[in-house]
């Protein structure tokens, strides 16, 4: 069968179906409509499958969701949802991380493991993310009246431990009070991940302040967007710089796609129950973790790789 | 006696210069484009070789690209259990491209290892052969083998039996094939070859150079982030910051994905 419409990259040294890429990035944007969660650690694994090369495939990731974060930060922004002090000192610590990532993959590409590392890191993060909100979700289900994340339940050791850092301050739009190295160490930590896997980090970025900061979720999903949009900005132009795999025509595509699936996306969330949703997400994730965990297991086609990505 | 010297060189240089006139004349090339462009819709093109030989022979059409270093990485287990690029091998010759091109009558000779064969050295396995690998990795052909595999995956080498004749008049036949260009061959300069088969042997040649380059959308975008890769980064972020605050306004400030 002839494909219709092509477009080459030369960035990814390759041609790609145009109606296929944006086909995927309505198909992620889609989930991401319906799940209220971002898409970025689909997108970067099903473009590896489409014979992007990983180092391309994470870096221009990054770069698409530069574009669909800035709509968002806006938004929650007008509704006064962003802990700007707090989203602040993460985007530090992002932006330290996220540079720390891209020189980490930049070693790694001329060791020829970079592609590894990203394998082995989805494999991880997707496992635990999938475990934990398949479980989360399969408790509330039974239960049917989920208590909101723990908020100070208890004085836990974790919160002996930061009541105990110096440099207390008060966030007062998330109405909790913290050492500011708490969102330093935590966005770097984030910043790292973002790098390597291409990410907004969000669905990592969205726990850690739920339970690690403590914060309100009202105000949880304008500052991870508020936070992610510069982090991406500063991952994209580092990895543009310093290993030439953003393909920023592959983003826009990829981006286009992303925002008409994720306006269809919302309107078919609305229709289904949350718990449900749940479920679905969590397994959804726990399949592309186990597509990747097979890759790494079973014996590849060939025995060889390129060194620097492709 | 000069003269008597010069005529001798002369008949002698005449002499050499025969077979490889008469060559020229059995093997005819018609002309076909000596470049390929790779455009913002390119994904991979045809080249259409045809031409006349004599009715008793074969032609075989070589597409290479330079040959040139390369460092890999063999895979190998980590912990016992996970795959994972290990050790670096260098293989010493590698051609950017390699395509061939037979009648199916001759594609056999390009399946069984014939090292005396001069058309069987024209082949992937002659090249095989010929390629080195440092340091000995200590299993033989196989890595060169799986190089030859990963290439051939990815279109840029490939044996194909796609040269047809058309029928035979005044002892001549006329041969057409098409070279199939993958999407992934990189730019850079190649050669196209046409040799006459007569009786298992070489008996002409006639070669042609073919550029692949970048041109209009691809060449500035490649010159870009490769040449000025700060400043293809901050457009990059510009570009995608402005399509987001329009996807936004379009779409009354969606939330994002993220």
Same mark, same amino acid.
């Given at each position: ?54 180092? &391309? ?8 969701? =530069? ?24 985007? =530090? ?9 891209? *020189?980490?993959?930049? &070693? ?17 993060? %997707? ?26 339940? #208890? ?6 431990? &930061? *009541? ?19 969102? %330093?160490?935590?966005?770097? $930590? ?72 994720? *306006? ?26 186990? #597509? ?19 | ?10 008949? $002698? ?27 913002? $819709?390119?994904?991979?093109? #045809? ?62 000779? @390009? ?12 082949? %992937? ?72 088969? *007569? ?12 550029? =692949? ?35 936004? @306004? $379009? @779409? ?7």
């Amino acid at each position: 069968m002839t494909v219709p419409w092509h477009l080459y990259l030369p960035i990814a040294g390759n041609s790609v179906n145009i109606l296929l890429v944006f086909g995927m990035g309505g198909i992620v944007g889609l989930l991401s409509g319906i799940f209220g969660v971002g898409g970025g650690f689909l997108m970067t694994p099903l473009l590896i499958m489409m014979g992007i090369p990983p180092t &391309v495939a994470a870096a221009s990731d990054s770069n698409q969701i =530069v574009g669909a974060s800035t709509a968002g930060t806006i938004a929650h922004f007008r509704m006064g949802n962003v802990d700007i002090k707090m989203g602040l000192l993460l985007l =530090v610590g992002g932006v330290i991380g996220g540079t720390g990532g891209v *020189q980490l993959i930049k &070693v790694l590409n001329r060791l020829g493991s970079a592609d590894f590392l990203i394998s082995v890191t989805y494999v991880l993060m %997707l496992g635990f993310i999938g475990i934990y909100m398949f479980q989360e979700s399969l408790q509330a289900m039974r239960t049917r009246h989920k208590k909101p994340p723990a908020s100070a339940s #208890k004085p836990s050791t974790y919160a002996r431990i &930061v *009541q105990s850092l110096p440099g207390q301050i008060m966030f007062d739009k998330s109405g909790v009070r913290l050492s500011i190295l708490m969102p %330093l160490i935590l966005g770097g $930590f984030v910043g790292v991940l973002s790098a390597i896997m291409g990410v907004g980090g969000g669905f990592i970025m969205v726990p850690v302040m739920v339970y690690l900061l403590r914060m309100p979720m009202h105000v949880v999903v304008g500052t991870s967007l508020f936070q992610i949009l510069f982090t991406c900005v500063n991952v994209t132009i580092m990895q543009a710089y310093s290993n030439h795999t953003v393909d920023f025509v592959l983003a826009l595509i990829l981006l286009l796609g992303s925002t008409i699936g994720a *306006q269809f996306g919302v309107r078919i969330s609305k229709k289904l129950k949350a718990d449900q949703l749940k479920i679905l997400l969590a397994s959804l994730v726990l399949v592309v973790m186990v #597509k990747m965990l097979v890759d790494l297991l079973l014996t590849p086609n060939i025995l060889l790789a390129y060194i620097g990505g492709h | 006696m000069k003269s008597t010297c010069a005529g001798i060189i002369t008949f $002698f240089m005449l002499m050499a210069t025969a077979p490889l006139l008469r060559a020229e004349e059995l093997l005819q090339v018609s002309p076909f484009p000596d470049g390929v462009s790779i455009g913002t $819709f390119y994904s991979g093109t #045809k080249i259409a070789i045809s031409g006349t030989l004599p009715a008793d022979s074969d032609v075989v059409i070589r597409m290479t690209g330079e040959a040139a270093p390369l460092r890999m990485k063999k895979k190998g287990k980590v912990f016992g259990l996970l795959w994972m690029n290990r050790d670096t091998v260098t293989f010493d010759s590698v051609p950017k491209a390699f395509l061939l091109h037979t009648p199916p009558n001759l594609e056999d000779v @390009f399946k069984t290892r014939q090292k005396d064969s001069p058309v069987w050295q024209l082949g %992937l396995m002659a090249l095989e052969e010929k390629i080195t690998v440092s340091p000995d990795p200590g299993d033989g052909r196989t890595v060169v083998k799986e190089l030859l595999k990963l290439k051939e995956k990815e279109g840029i080498y490939a044996v194909s039996g796609n040269v047809h004749y058309a029928p035979v008049s005044d002892g001549r036949k006329k041969f057409e094939a098409e070279i199939t260009i993958p999407p992934k061959l990189s730019p850079g300069a190649y050669k196209v070859e046409a040799f006459l088969i *007569q009786n298992g042997t070489i008996a002409a040649i006639d070669d042609h150079s073919l550029t =692949v380059a970048l041109e209009s959308f691809p060449k500035i975008l490649s010159l870009l982030a490769f040449d000025h890769g700060a400043m293809y980064g901050v457009l990059a972020t510009l570009i995608a910051v402005v399509a987001g605050l329009l996807t936004g @306004f $379009f @779409f009354k400030g969606g939330k994002g994905a993220h």
